[in-house]
C-alpha cells in the first residue's frame, strides 16, 4: 500500500468515529447542556496530553495556538453539540457537509490557492451523496440547528486551512499541537459555560460513559489523527473525507437505533467514496498559489489544496 493510501484510510477512520457523536448525544449524553458537553470533550483530553508533553507554544505560536484552538475545538465542538441537540443529527450532517466549499473559499481568498471545476463536482458530489444518507421527508429544519450546523462547517473549514497553512513548529510534535488546540479548546468556553448554562449535577453512569468515549475517542485520539492528516494531505482531501462522518453516523443508526436502510442511502454512500477519490485526483491538478515569496519558510513542507 502506498504512503498516500496509508495516510488517507487512517484519516477516514477519524470521521468514522466522529459519526457516533450524534448517537452518543441523543442516547448517553445530559440533556440541554451542549457547551458544557464540548468542554467536557475537550479540556481533559488536552490536560492529559499537557501533562504528557510538557511543552507549551513559543513566541507567535501563543497566537496561532488560541486562533486553531478556537475555531478546531471550542467553537466547532459547540457548534457541533448544539446542531445534535436542536435537531435530528441527518439535518446537521447534511448542512455540516458544506465544509468541502468553505475550504475552497477560504484558500481562495486567503492565501490565493487555486482550483477547478472538479474540485465543484467533488464537492456537489459529496453534498448529493449526504443528502442520499440523511433526507427523510418528515425532516424538520430549526432555525437555531440550521445555524449551528453551518457555523460549525466555516469554523472547520477554517481551522483545516489555517492549519495547512502554519504546519508547525519545528521540534515540536503532533502531541504538542494536539494538545494545545484541545486545552485552548476547552479552556475558552468554560466561561461561556458557566455564564450561560446549568452545570450538570445529577449525572447517571451512561452520562459518563458517553462523556469518557467523546474525550478519549472522539477527542484525543482522533484529533492526534486529524492533525497528522492535515500536514500530510492537500486541505481539500481532509475536508471532503470528513463527509464519512454522516456515512458512519447513518450504519450506526442501523446497529444501534434500529433505523433501516434503502437504495437512496446505498446510493449516497457510493457518491460520498466518489466524492473522496475525485477529489484527491482534483488536489493533484491545484496549482501554487502566485505568491510563493510571501508564505512562511515552512511551506516546502505543505501540499497544494
Known amino acids: 500500500m502506498s504512503s498516500m493510501l496509508r495516510d488517507l484510510a487512517l484519516a477516514s477512520l477519524v470521521p468514522m468515529i466522529w459519526g457516533s457523536t450524534y448517537v452518543v448525544t441523543s442516547e448517553w449524553l445530559p440533556e440541554g447542556v451542549p457547551l458544557w458537553s464540548a468542554v467536557f470533550r475537550a479540556l481533559p483530553a488536552g ?16 497566537g496561532r495556538a ?17 446542531a445534535a441537540y436542536s435537531m435530528p443529527g441527518g439535518i446537521a450532517a447534511l448542512l455540516l457537509s458544506s465544509q468541502p466549499l468553505w475550504v475552497l473559499l ?6 490565493r490557492q487555486s482550483f477547478t471545476p472538479m474540485h465543484f463536482v467533488a464537492c456537489a458530489l459529496g453534498c448529493l451523496g449526504v443528502a442520499g444518507l440523511v433526507l427523510k421527508s418528515d425532516a424538520v429544519l430549526n432555525t437555531q440547528g440550521v445555524i449551528a450546523s453551518v ?11 489555517l492549519a495547512k497553512q502554519w504546519g508547525k513548529p519545528e521540534g515540536v510534535s503532533l502531541l504538542d ?32 460513559l458517553g462523556l469518557g468515549y467523546l474525550c478519549l475517542i472522539g477527542a484525543l485520539l482522533t484529533y492526534i489523527i486529524w ?57 493533484g491538478q491545484t496549482t501554487q498559489p ?14 497544494p489544496l
Do not use: K
Request: hydrophobic letters at 60%; glycine letters at 8%; charged letters at 10%.
Open 151 to 161: 457555523m460549525g462547517a466555516v469554523s472547520m473549514a477554517l481551522g483545516v486551512v
Open 227 to 283: 492533525f497528522r492528516s492535515i500536514q500530510r494531505l492537500p486541505a481539500f482531501v481532509v475536508s471532503v473525507i470528513s463527509l464519512f462522518s454522516p456515512l458512519s453516523a447513518t450504519f450506526l443508526g442501523y446497529l444501534v437505533l434500529g433505523e433501516h436502510l434503502n437504495a437512496e442511502q446505498g446510493a449516497g454512500a457510493a457518491l460520498i467514496i466518489a466524492a473522496m477519490l475525485l477529489a484527491q485526483r482534483a488536489a
Open 106 to 111: 477560504f484558500s481562495a481568498v486567503l492565501f
Open 66 to 82: 488560541l486562533v486553531l484552538g478556537v475555531l478546531n475545538i471550542g467553537a466547532f465542538f459547540y457548534f457541533l453539540f448544539l
Open 290 to 303: 502566485v505568491t510563493q515569496h510571501h508564505l512562511p519558510s515552512n511551506t516546502r513542507d505543505r501540499q
Open 47 to 62: 490536560l492529559l496530553l499537557l501533562l504528557f508533553c510538557r511543552r507549551l507554544p513559543t513566541g507567535i505560536w501563543w
Open 177 to 208: 499541537i494536539t494538545g494545545w488546540q484541545l486545552t485552548i479548546g476547552g479552556v475558552v468556553l468554560v466561561p461561556l459555560a458557566i455564564w450561560w448554562e446549568p452545570f450538570p449535577i445529577n449525572m447517571t453512569a451512561e452520562n459518563y
